[in-house]
């Protein structure tokens, strides 16, 4: 893939990050990051890079853990 294309996805993950800062309520700020954590590991994947993968992986299930938390908190 060409290293343009591979610079993009990691740019368009950044700005989605940098976007979910700006959002207000817990649930949209972490629902966004997690789609920017999602771009953070394809970006990790097609650079070979471990401690990106890893970590964003890891940011992942904490989001999806706190969203389902918020969720239920909800419904009560």
Known sequence: MSPIIID?????????????????????????????NIGYIIYGLLISTAPIIIGCTIAVFLHGFHLRRLQIKKQQ
Request: charged fraction near 15%.
């Open 8 to 36: 993009t996805i990691g740019y368009v993950a950044l700005v989605i990050n940098l976007y979910s800062m700006s959002t207000k309520g817990e649930y949209k700020l972490r629902l966004i990051s997690m789609i920017a």
